[in-house]
């Protein structure tokens, strides 16, 4: 069974910074894709960052040049380095990993942003 266990959200004011990781435990041998996402209250779920195995990433346009994903593939682990942050970005954010064509997620984090 796996597991996502996600760290590092709270409250910041606009322009601050924070970073999130998310570590995924259980039987994993290697994971394939990872990334982040975000829901706002009201709203859908939207991706934020992804990260490939082979490490190529891909961001929502609103987040570009302020955060930035990354892995470590030895600790089964991901994170998002947010700068610059802003109100827009106050969200829960949820770590997903892809592994054996299954979609986990982590509970939630919340990242608040004040103005």
């Known amino acids: 069974q796996v597991q996502l266990v996600e760290s590092g959200g709270g409250l910041v004011q606009a322009g601050g910074s924070l970073r999130l990781s998310c570590a995924a435990s259980g039987s994993i041998f290697r994971i394939d894709a990872m990334g982040w996402y975000r829901q706002a209250p009201g709203l859908q779920r939207d991706m934020v960052a992804t990260?490939?195995?082979?490490?190529?990433?891909n961001y929502e346009d609103s987040v570009k040049g302020r955060f930035t994903i990354s892995r470590d593939n030895a600790k089964n682990t991901v994170y998002l380095q947010m700068n610059s942050l802003k109100p827009e970005d106050t969200a829960v954010y949820y770590c997903n990993i892809l592994y054996r064509g299954i979609d986990y997620w982590g509970q939630g984090t919340q990242v608040t942003v004040s103005s």
């Open positions: 990260i490939s195995s082979g490490g190529r990433t």
